[in-house]
């Protein structure tokens, strides 16, 4: 399904703001978790557990990082895996220049801006691009993410694996720059429009939960 130009036009309005938010956190905080608006390192690796889990280590692989950041998916990954080619996209262009500056002797990688990969991939991830929603409103923002699902099915052609903040969080702990998503709805919509194989995962610990649609 190819998206409108006026979905393209809502999808750009609520991103543009997005993409400063997180510029700024690089700035601030260089790379490190903080600065892709993490609260550490234990939460960022835990989420990469749990998306990895659409891999399959015995066959080589290329892979989309939805959202890199400064490109910490790749360490983890170069530490776990050895043959995959690893795109990252980012919509923040000072997260591309960081992970650029920090991976450049990696010949397996390569950064670009934007949303999507040039081509078609094996795999795509998304860690953590569907939470900071700024003044987005719900339905806006909801239909961004359907979009965005739409497009990492056509993309990819093995799978691909997401993580949302869930909307079982505490009531007096939930903000309202922030999206909370329903993990049953997006469990049944992902079995019913990708794949029959997905796992939805809400037994890690963070206030969020990760689905995995394997082809
Ligand atoms: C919470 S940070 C996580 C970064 C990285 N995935 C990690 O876990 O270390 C989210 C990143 O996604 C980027 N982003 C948000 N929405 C995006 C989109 N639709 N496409 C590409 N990048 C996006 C932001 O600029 C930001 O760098």
Redesign the pocket.
Known sequence: MAISDVEKTM?NDL?SP??S???E??KEFGPQ?RG???NGVDG?VL??TQLSRLLDVERPFSLA??????G??LDFLTERYRDFQYIG????EA?IEAAGKLHENKPQARFIS??EPPEVIDFAV???????RLSGSDEDWRSYILQ?LERMHQFSTRGFAFNCLTSYSDADRMRSDLYYADPCEFFDLCKRKFSRNVALLHDYGLYEFTIIVRK
């Open positions: 999808i991103l997005v993409a938010y997180y510029t956190k690089i978790p892709v608006d993490w960022q989420r990469f990082d939805i959202g890199c950041g400064y910490a998916l996209l980012d919509i923040a997260m934007g949303t998304a860690s953590g691009i569907f939470n900071v965005t």
